[in-house]
């Protein structure tokens, strides 16, 4: 082998070698990789808690308009049976014959305690 080739294979592993000490020297130590995720991982949770606290706030406002609208539907349904009521016992009381209902629906008939 003449001179030139060594002095290439010399400068190739020189190359390599530098390049090694390079990705090495570049890459980043075990204990700044966790101090990172730990940052991330924080901050991700913060983030988290805050939109999880905000959506709480809101199904707890839905929850409650729910509530007062089912209030108010469950009074509205009662003035309604206890009218209906009134109404059938002054046909009966005049004689007169109640014209038949239609079929009460099975999931409306656990909330209706009347005799139509």
């Excluded at 002095?7 to 000490?21: D, E, I, K, L, N």
């Excluded at 999880?52 to 089912?70: D, F, N, P, T």
């Excluded at 349904?77 to 007169?96: H, P, S, Y």
């Excluded at 014209?99 to 005799?115: G, L, M, Q, T, V």
């Amino acid at each position: 082998m003449s001179y030139e080739t060594w002095a290439s294979v010399g400068v190739s592993v020189a190359t390599g070698v530098c390049g090694v000490w390079a990705a090495r020297a570049a890459r980043r130590t075990p204990r700044q990789e966790k101090r990172d995720d730990f940052t991330v991982v924080t901050a991700e949770i913060r983030t988290s808690l805050v939109d999880v606290k905000k959506e709480l706030a809101e199904q707890k406002a839905e929850s409650a308009r729910q509530s007062e609208r089912i209030g108010d539907q469950a009074l509205a349904l009662e003035w309604l049976q206890r009218r209906l009521r009134d109404i059938l016992t002054r046909v009966r009381d005049a004689g007169l014959e109640v014209p038949p209902a239609e079929p009460i629906p099975e999931r409306a008939r656990r909330h209706i305690h009347i005799d139509v």
